[in-house]
């Protein structure tokens, strides 16, 4: 039973932050604490998060918290390409230009995952603008 200032969960099983999302997640996500699952939607080596995001967007039904940074994830990622093919056509303009806007949107997406990722370990539903309203409303 889980206590006012944190406890466990007896529907999950793991431990319980005060203010955290309870309960109902399902073992969609292999046994993980939903916010674990979350979390793993923003860890960006080798498209692992696309295609974890992806996995939960298909199987996971009942846990909106789950399913908000699924859908946030995706739509990053989407934004993040976007921002690639811009640079990249700029890229056949400028070479300097280019090379320095790579950084920056590299650099700034890399930030943005992490503290993602962060956010959604510490069980906040922490929305970006405009993609986290889509996302929301798609969970």
Sequence with gaps: ????G????PAGGGPVLPGAPSGGGGNAFFGLAPNVAATLCYVPPCCVNVVWAIYLVIVEKENKFVRFHAF???L?????IAATI????IGAISTLLSMLLGILVGVACLGALILL?????????FELPVIGALAKQWA
């Design 86 to 89: 811009v640079v990249q056509i």
């Design 72 to 74: 946030q994830s995706l």
């Design 1 to 4: 039973m889980a206590t006012p």
């Design 6 to 9: 944190g406890g466990y969960d």
């Design 76 to 80: 990053f990622c989407g934004v993040a």
């Design 117 to 125: 990722a962060i956010k959604a370990y510490g069980n906040e539903q």
